[in-house]
């Protein structure tokens, strides 16, 4: 989000967060009574939502595949505005089954104040209207499932826009009733700093005539919901329910890390935000095949776990990746040693919509094709659950002529069209790729050694190999530019083995592979045509892989002569 810059829960698990809940709101925080709703706020907006779900069309575990990040906006344009919209995604959904997306994460799609990230939501339970209607909504879900792709939509719980109705009626007045569904506090507190900035505002710097001071950990445009209130909690759950029942897949969380403040040398990563988070996992339990993903850069193995949000992001491996890709040591041993059995629900990306988790991998590797190749399928093998940033299969870069976030959305480079690049029949909303001429879709689909190419054949590969999806990750060893790592999945047909090893040097490199099955033959997986290796009797081998190259082996048992 923005910066100043499976889940299933089982239901003795999901009742004791909701106790937890309680017991925050009887610690300061508001009562469970929704107040009289003024005219201002429409009451279908807060009004209870009961779960009705209509089930999934979805394979097991398809969490466990490649998503691709998308900011709709920046997507595809279907009437010639200038701005992306759901039309326009689900005209593009066959380019995402054809590269192996088997998962959609949108970035918000709800109104917002900002309109254009999205993170100012001014209501939570509706469609942006340049972005398209309801039923444009139910269109792309029905569409995406159709092709076995499943959607999780981008959900704010921290904070709503600042003309949010909720807080224009919280800011009215000292007594206004709604006036404890946000932080609030007399006069601004001394001591507190937020990314280098004091996160109190007065009422009056938001437009507003009531007293006092309210707290916006990110913008002064976006308050912050008092989550220690039960009811705002319960609110935000029913507008869970109503995507739920319409037949989304799930959520990217934002900001998690930042639900509760209990003060300024305690505002990040505190003990009842977990709580929170199981709580919404509840809601998901009562859902077939439903997915929650977090972001919680401070903290991301902690927010991973099963009472918390059961699945994160890898926050802090991305940037051990691209330097990985470098041919660094140092951060080829930490990605070696980053997975274990408790770890592997969080979710590798390379990069992604904000500048703090770096730019583009087109711009931190400085364009270099090979690198990227690394970067990208040392998170795409190694992580059951991926995500890729829009454009990045491609190569894209951000814009030249903008700088910060702006940057790194720009639209989607599908022809080389330097006007519009296939994005729109108008004047896009905001500046294209730098590399927009050469670096797009039109000039890759149909070249096999392009890059979008390979995003594909390792997307496919991933798809053939169900051991590196849901095996046990083990076997993890770094010696200087080398890297190796396999996944063992047991099943009642038997033990599936593969092993996966990197050479990020500028030479040829030999690994020595030991502890795998005696005996037995590694298939060569990738790359094609490779020749096999055969283990001896104490299940060793060496593999020898030419400079900035990798080797998936698949250990099957020798064919009789």
């Known amino acids: 989000m923005p910066r100043s810059n499976r889940h299933g829960i089982s239901s003795a698990r999901a009742h004791a967060a909701l106790l937890s809940l ?5 610690c300061g925080g508001g009562g469970s009574d929704t107040p009289a709703i003024p005219p201002t706020i429409d009451a279908a907006s807060v009004s209870a939502v009961a779960a009705s779900d209509p089930g999934s069309t ?8 490649v998503f691709m990040e998308i900011f709709v906006r920046a997507y595809q344009d279907s009437d010639g505005d200038g701005i992306g919209d759901l039309k326009g995604l689900t005209s593009r959904l066959d380019d995402l089954k054809e590269l192996g997306i088997t998962g959609l994460w949108l970035m918000p799609i709800h109104p917002s104040q900002d309109r254009d990230h999205g ?3 001014t209501d939570y339970r509706a469609v942006a209207p340049e972005y398209g209607t309801l039923a444009d909504l139910d269109e792309l879900l029905r569409q995406a499932h159709a092709r076995g792709i499943g959607v999780v939509i981008d959900y704010v719980m ?3 826009a600042a003309a949010h109705p909720l807080f224009t009626n919280s800011r009215s007045a000292a007594d206004n009733p709604w006036r404890d569904w946000y932080v609030w506090q007399n006069s601004a507190p001394s001591g507190w700093n937020i990314y280098g900035s004091n ?9 507003g005539s009531g007293v006092g001071a309210y707290f916006a950990g990110f913008w002064s445009q976006m308050p912050d919901f008092n989550l220690k209130n039960a009811r705002v909690a319960e609110w935000h759950r029913d507008n869970l329910r109503f995507w ?7 959520f990217r969380f934002d900001a998690v890390g930042n639900l509760v403040e209990n003060g300024p040398a305690a505002w990040e990563n505190q003990p009842e935000n977990h709580a929170l988070m199981a709580a919404v996992q509840g809601v998901l339990a009562g859902y077939s095949r439903r997915f929650l993903v977090c972001e919680a850069p401070g903290q991301p193995r902690r927010y991973a776990e099963a009472d918390s949000c059961g699945s994160a992001f890898a926050f802090g491996q991305q940037y051990d990746i691209v330097s990985a890709a470098k041919g660094d040591t140092a951060a ?4 070696a040693a980053y997975r274990s059995t408790a770890s592997d629900t969080l979710a590798g990306f390379a990069s992604n919509h904000d500048g703090f988790a770096g730019e583009r991998l087109w711009d931190q590797l400085g364009g270099d094709g090979a690198k990227m190749r690394l970067a990208a399928a040392t998170y795409l093998l190694s992580s059951p659950t991926a995500f890729v940033y829009y454009g990045e299969e491609i190569g894209m870069a951000g814009a030249s002529g903008l700088s910060g976030d702006p940057a790194l959305r720009t639209p989607m480079s599908w022809t080389g069209s330097t006007t519009n690049a296939g994005f729109t029949t108008g004047r896009p909303f905001r500046e294209l790729s730098a590399n927009v001429a050469s670096a797009n879709v039109a000039a890759q689909r149909s070249d096999p050694a392009s890059l979008r190419s390979f995003y594909q054949q390792v997307i496919a590969l991933r798809q053939s190999l169900p051991a590196l999806t849901l095996g046990q990750y083990g076997g993890a060893l770094a010696q200087d530019t080398r890297m190796q790592f396999r996944r063992v999945l047991t099943t009642a047909r038997g033990t599936d083995t593969v092993w996966v090893g990197f050479n990020y040097g500028d030479r040829a490199a030999t690994l020595d592979l030991a502890d795998l099955p005696a005996g037995m033959t590694l298939r060569r997986r990738w790359p094609a045509g490779a020749a096999d290796v055969t283990l001896d009797a104490q299940g060793r081998a060496t593999v020898t892989l030419p400079a900035g190259s990798f080797a998936v082996l698949q250990a099957v048992p020798v064919q009789a002569p």
Do not use: C, E
């Open 22 to 26: 309680a017991l925050l709101a009887g």
């Open 58 to 65: 979805l394979p097991a575990h398809w969490q466990r595949g």
């Open 119 to 121: 993170y100012a939501v």
């Open 158 to 160: 921290n904070h709503s």
């Open 199 to 207: 996160p109190w505002y007065g009422a009056s710097s938001n437009g």
């Open 244 to 250: 739920l029942n319409r037949g989304v897949d799930g």
């Open 332 to 335: 080829i041993a930490r990605v």
